[in-house]
């Protein structure tokens, strides 16, 4: 028997990669979806949704629950909180530029607060 | 001439999906690179690492100044609030999993208060 491995960081990001499948997440973010419904806003087959379906659960991002002949998927968003931890290393540099934005406002603001006869001129 | 087209998400995550891009971004975050310095982690050919740039900038995360014959890489944060934005959806899946485990610990808690007898019981 093959133990599925455990979701990696490449695997996540790849299913991400395909907005496809990103719009079946936010399907199922408003509940349980079987395939048939996950399929149906695309012009697509059953078998190749079902292949979007296997992208996702391989990265971890879905789960599938076989009820007779009903496959139901559901949301699995731990991966998603991974991403989101790995990001975070990151986000000094997107917010130093709106702090950097934001001093330069408020520089501009005060430079017109001094001269008060600049005011109105654009 | 062709218009570089702004950078998207299956883009993004596609350039995500890959260690060692991922550790070059890493690497970035400390300062300007050049390609060669990019390269000299991994076991890897200059032209390898060039094209590992060459997906990171076509994404929009990497930025490649051209100084002679050097090529100075920066980071480049947007696309990564990009995703950190597309996240944020999906934040209220993996926070409220945190919420239920917490609220669990807290009636276990309050369990043990109200029968004492219990303390120190696993």
Known sequence: MVEQLPASLDGVFRA???P?????LRALSAGECNISELAAPFSMSFA????HVKVLENAGLVRRKVQGRTHLCSIEP???AAVDEWLRFYERFWTARLDALDALLQ?????TENFPDRKGRQ
């Open 78 to 80: 731990a991966p998603l």
């Open 48 to 51: 190749a949704a079902s292949k």
């Open 20 to 24: 496809t499948r990103r719009s079946m």
């Open 107 to 111: 520089a501009e603001d005060r430079a």
């Open 16 to 18: 991400l990669a395909d």
